[in-house]
């Protein structure tokens, strides 16, 4: 072996293997195998310079990996740091370098945006030396969070609960969920009135003016008010005022970048952003093709918008070819990221091989893997295609007193829509002339109140954080996966609820620590941290500034900041275990439960009243064999084993409906299921078989593969869907 390439993915080293000749080992690090400890604060301060000193350690799970790879490294000629080219991956490469005792700067670093034969080779002809800039610049962040976590939590701890934790960009982004919850608490619904009519010819048509009164959303505040429109409408003669149409057009979407990824994923493929992360990670790290294992998308954490010159050419080329002249503009287009700071990689997240088609893809991919493929793959063409055009039209009915509005719309040219599709249905208007009458057919008034603002839902917190500057693409799906691991906020209906805990911790941190809390602050650190890695600012500098100011608060807040323990006793006795009685918060409110939880679970209302408790049943647990017994949850009652948390069995109190339909994998009975996102069909011979549908399956087979289909509703009527093949065919017509 002559040349040693060190990885942190082992999915990565399997590819990248594939590329080379036996010359070359490729090895994975399996991440940071170099860290700040878990036990200790791992920072001192210089006597002399006064300098924030990390004191870094390997964990000991990263032992096995840190001596193999010394061992390889003694070995080798040639030893190659291959990272991800963003501030953590040159951070994990310095780390590697100091771990097997080589000089960080003197290592070559070969750098690529897709895991390609080509690019790895490029990679390897134009090495060059670890960014010690983005290097002091990913220190300084896990410096400045540790400080944070580990100074600010256990004073959260001593004054609130035990448990509770706190950081730089977790506490501003709790905060912007708390705010929502305010806005939604103070939110007063107002009433508001619309009126809408059918003239002739089938024109539906809402209300634009009355008595040279433009109107508008909440201009009708009352039913009087409704009434007497509707009233003076029903009186009059109606004329076609004006007949406008204008063409306008759809420009066509950027392609992605880590934000807009998860936001489109989650709002059209019902993904998480953690989930959006970990199918793109494999789709990047290697797919095994006809053409061997590669990497068919390019580095998914990125804020750059930017396309490589090859990759526009080669979209350029595919559209001419498959869809036509009319669909290729006559210049390439270019997007400009909006972010100051777009650094964490110099692409946008295309796929590598254009020819790699989502039929080719179907061949080799998972359901998942493929679904995010294709939002991909169609995005980046889309982003190189004509825009759509559109014509909208809008005919004015003019009365005495009374003008209503009908509109219209009509796709003149579909553009980029070709590879996206639209959900758009033309509406078209019938053919009228200016000065017409028309007779009014119907009318209608209908009371409406105003909604409060909606809660956050994962991908629109994601694109808020974006917006305000806060955190970077790497940290927007580990910042909420946090905060629910903390139990700071809950998932309801895929809405972000806060929980009562952090109200209280925000509004204890609004009162002493406000620029924790505060998004500015956070996305200036964000910028400050920028300048770093440009190599414009000191990193001690920032370490400093920020440092003893803040230990400073710590230490006040210790003596001043008054006590918001939760618990409270009351003086009361359990009548169970005799153990002391305590007032405790709930997200439901206040309740008494005894100290003694969780040996004694006895809990009562704050009238006294007791809570109950699971209702026992005869039925035994075919798991463990202990009891079970009946729990209530958001969605009803159901059955759970007794012995939770030690086993976790829970089942419907209702036996589960059975289908006429066998499983197509194994033959085994398909059971009707309730699961978090709703209803769905599962075999009994699960984990063993592992077939699931989300919709109702059939005895009918495909056409195409003879797969069973299963019966959808779609917004064209009923559809049979294909669970292999995806094809769709209309039922028959008796």
Not at 335 to 354: D, G, N, W
Not at 451 to 474: F, H, M, Q, T, V
Not at 603 to 610: A, F, L, P, S, V
Request: hydrophobic share 30%; glycine share 6%; net charge positive.
């Amino acid at each position: 072996m002559k040349n040693l390439i060190i990885v942190e993915s082992p999915a990565k080293a399997r590819t990248i293997t594939t590329f080379l000749s036996k010359d070359y080992k490729v090895i994975a690090s399996k991440g940071h195998i170099r860290d700040l400890p878990k036990s200790t604060f791992g920072i001192t301060i210089d006597e002399n310079t006064g300098d924030l000193v990390p004191k870094y350690s390997i964990p000991r799970e990263a032992n096995p990996i840190v001596k193999e790879l010394k061992k390889l490294a003694k070995q080798a000629e040639t030893i190659f740091i291959a990272t991800d080219e963003d501030r953590e991956g040159e951070a994990i490469g310095y780390h590697i370098a100091k771990a097997i005792g080589k000089e960080p700067t003197e290592l070559p670093r070969i750098v690529f945006h897709e895991i390609t034969k080509s690019a790895i080779q490029h990679a390897l002809e134009n090495p060059r030396k670890i960014d010690m800039d983005s290097v002091d610049a990913q220190q300084t962040r896990r410096m400045l969070d540790r400080i944070v976590g580990y100074k600010l939590s256990p004073l959260l701890a001593s004054k609130i609960q035990k448990g509770l934790s706190a950081g730089r960009v977790q506490s501003s982004t709790l905060k912007i969920v708390i705010e929502k919850e305010r806005e939604i608490k103070a939110f007063k619904a107002e009433e508001y009135w619309t009126i809408d009519t059918l003239f002739e010819k089938n024109i539906e048509a809402s209300i634009y003016n009355y008595n040279g009164l433009k109107i508008e959303k909440l201009t009708i505040k009352n039913e009087a008010d409704a009434t007497e429109i509707v009233s003076e409408a029903k009186s009059e003669s109606f004329h076609v005022l004006s007949i406008d149409k204008t063409k306008r057009k759809t420009k066509t979407p950027p392609p992605f970048m880590t934000s807009t990824l998860q936001q489109t994923a989650s709002t059209q493929l019902g993904f998480s952003p953690k989930k959006t992360m970990m199918v793109a990670q494999k789709l990047y790290e290697g797919v095994k093709t006809d053409q061997g294992t590669m990497g068919v998308i390019t580095y998914m954490r990125t804020d750059s918008m930017n396309l490589s010159k090859e990759a526009v050419e080669s979209a350029r080329a595919y559209i001419k070819e498959h869809y036509g002249d009319k669909y290729l503009p006559a210049k390439a287009k270019n997007y400009v990221t909006k972010s100051k700071s777009a650094q964490e990689a110099h692409e946008a997240i295309r796929p590598t091989l254009v020819h790699f088609d989502s039929n080719m893809a179907g061949e080799y991919l998972s359901a998942d893997e493929l679904k995010l493929y294709r939002l991909i793959y169609t995005r980046f063409l889309a982003c190189q295609m004509t825009e759509a055009e559109l014509e909208s039209q809008s005919i004015l009915f003019k009365g005495d007193k009374c003008t209503f509005k009908a509109s219209g719309r009509k796709l003149l040219f579909d553009g980029f829509y070709k590879v996206t599709g639209h959900s758009d249905k033309d509406k078209l208007l019938p053919d009228l002339t200016k000065g017409q009458a028309v007779s009014l057919d119907n009318i209608t008034q209908t009371q409406h109140f105003t909604e409060p603002p909606a809660r956050y839902n994962e991908a629109s917190l994601i694109k808020k954080l974006e917006s305000l500057g806060i955190g970077r693409p790497s940290t927007y799906a580990p910042t909420v996966t946090t905060l629910q691991t903390r139990k700071y906020i809950e998932l309801e209906k895929k809405r972000i609820h806060p929980t009562e805990i952090a109200f209280t911790v925000i509004e204890m941190l609004e009162a002493h620590f406000a620029d924790i809390v505060d998004s500015s602050f956070t996305a200036k650190m964000e910028e400050t941290l920028d300048t770093v890695a440009e190599g414009t600012t000191s990193w001690q500098t920032i370490l400093k500034d920020f440092y003893t100011p803040f230990l400073e608060k710590v230490e006040e807040g210790k003596k001043n900041i008054k006590s918001l323990k939760i618990a409270i006793p009351t003086g009361e006795n359990c009548p169970k275990c005799k153990s002391e009685l305590l007032l405790r918060k709930g997200r439901y409110g206040e309740f008494i439960a005894c100290s003694n939880f969780p040996k004694c679970k006895y809990t009562k209302n704050t009238d006294g009243t007791e809570i109950e408790g699971p209702e026992e049943t005869d039925q035994k647990c075919e798991k463990c064999d202990s009891m079970m017994v009946i729990k209530n949850s958001k969605r009803g009652k159901f059955l759970a084993c007794s012995a939770y948390p030690k086993c976790k069995n829970a089942k419907s109190l209702e036996a589960p409906k059975e289908l006429t339909v066998p499983c197509p994998e194994c033959g085994g009975k398909l059971h009707e299921r309730e699961g978090r996102r709703g209803k769905f069909f599962g075999c009994v011979n699960y984990p063993k078989c592992t077939f699931i549908a989300n919709f109702e399956p059939t005895d009918k087979k495909c056409p195409e593969c003879d797969y069973i289909m299963g019966k959808k509703m779609l917004k064209a009527g009923e559809t049979y869907e294909c669970f292999k093949c995806k094809t769709k065919i209309k039922p028959e017509v008796k």
